[in-house]
């Protein structure tokens, strides 16, 4: 195996990391956010911080069920492919 191929796979193995972290940290951080969301009402640094971490939720998980995907289609286990996972 080069150099090149095992510093990708160590670069992939990294990026999934930081993309499972980032996505248990956001839906952590969600849910008493949207607790006191639903017994009162949100001021807008709230309101700014649950968008911000759904969207940091939604980037990471899309990561990591993107990355699921290369290696399925690698090993011929789909057979259906998803246009924006290309």
Known sequence: MSEAKRGMGALRVLQFVVALVFSI????SLM?????AIL???????GISIVGYVLVAFLSI?????MIYALDRR???????IGWFE
């Open 25 to 28: 940290y956001s839906v952590s």
């Open 32 to 36: 008493p956010l949207f607790m006191r």
């Open 40 to 46: 009162r009402r949100v001021n807008v640094v709230e």
């Open 62 to 66: 899309c990561t990591i069920a993107r």
């Open 75 to 81: 090993a011929g286990r789909v057979r259906n492919r």
